[in-house]
């Protein structure tokens, strides 16, 4: 397994060793050892989730406030996204910066996404399946989004016609309206 950073070093990208022959494949999809190590600290995961989407659909830009802040660690296990993470702890140097990696049931990379971050991805192929391990409980009192499009953030989707969005996603806080870590 191969764990490798990004300016903010707080974000993560994860590799796993990938075993392959005629049969198929094997790979380690998580260790908490080794990500442990990585992350520098213990990390409890308390929640599976598993969504389908097709293909030009965005989801995001999602997270949860404290004291259910979540930590997420993403992959696609059918299909390909544009994943993206935005910093938004205001003492962070890298507030309001994005981080974008795509992920495929091809590459198998997985993103490590702390607890401060909102969090996006955008379909790039039909019937999508993309999972994620959460740190916290799904609090809907702490659940926040912000605008996918929000021209402060300029992040680079790469769209070539409009996503299809939830109307919870339409109608998201811009992002200096939006509530943030301190």
């Known amino acids: 397994m191969k ?3 990004f300016e903010n070093p707080d974000l993560l990208l994860v590799e796993p060793e ?9 790979y380690e999809s998580f260790n908490k050892e080794k990500f442990d190590a990585a992350v520098g600290r213990p990390v409890e995961f308390v929640q599976d989730n598993h969504s389908k989407s097709a293909k030009g ?5 999602h997270y949860q406030l404290p004291p259910h802040a979540q930590g997420k660690l993403v992959r696609v ?3 390909a996204v544009f994943d993206v993470a935005v ?3 205001r003492s962070s140097p890298f507030f309001g910066k994005w981080q974008g990696v795509v992920l495929s049931a091809e590459n198998k990379k997985q993103f490590w996404i702390p607890e401060g971050f909102a969090h996006g991805f955008l379909t790039l192929t039909d019937d999508v399946e993309f999972l994620y391990k959460t740190t916290s409980y799904y609090a809907p009192e702490s659940d926040r989004n912000i605008l996918w499009n929000d021209s402060n953030l300029g992040i680079e989707w790469g769209l070539e016609v409009d996503p299809v969005l939830s109307s919870k996603d339409q109608f998201a806080s811009p992002f200096l309206k939006a509530d943030c870590f301190g």
């Open 3 to 5: 764990i490798s950073g």
């Open 18 to 26: 990938v075993f392959g022959d005629e049969r198929g494949f094997f």
């Open 57 to 61: 659909v965005l989801r995001g830009l």
């Open 77 to 79: 296990v059918k299909g």
């Open 87 to 89: 910093d938004i702890r």
